[in-house]
């Protein structure tokens, strides 16, 4: 089993840059795909990034396309969240996620692992 574990989050004014970052522990994390979801109040738990388990292929959703940047360091077993130019609507509580291959890690439904989350929040 893979237990995820994130850090970084806290509170920024609108424009700023935050990076959160996913230590996996257990499991062969390099076998994984690793991803990024946010939940907001009220709202459901909502796509944000993937990364693929070889670290080429890239998934955004199109609120973070342009904005965020997920990497990975498998010999670390870290995975990351680079955002830039942060709103309000970006405040949420993010998930870090890992996911089995070949499955549509898109959706959260296919996660296998959930970390406990990091809260976000965007001032303006």
């Known amino acids: 089993q893979v237990q995820p574990v994130e850090s970084g989050g806290g509170l920024v004014q609108a424009g700023g840059s935050l990076r959160l970052s996913c230590a996996a522990s257990?499991?062969?994390?390099?076998?994984?795909?690793m991803g990024w979801f946010r939940q907001a109040p009220g709202k459901e738990r909502e796509f944000v990034a993937v990364d693929d388990w070889s670290g080429v292929i890239r998934y955004y959703s199109d609120s973070a396309k342009g904005r965020f940047t997920i990497s990975r360091d498998n010999a670390k077993n870290t995975v990351y969240l680079q955002m830039n130019s942060l709103k309000p609507e970006d405040t949420a509580v993010y998930y870090c996620a890992a996911i089995s291959r070949f499955k549509d890690a898109k959706d959260p439904r296919s996660v296998d692992y959930w970390g406990k989350g990091t809260l976000v929040t965007v001032s303006s």
């Open positions: 257990g499991g062969t994390f390099s076998s994984y795909d």
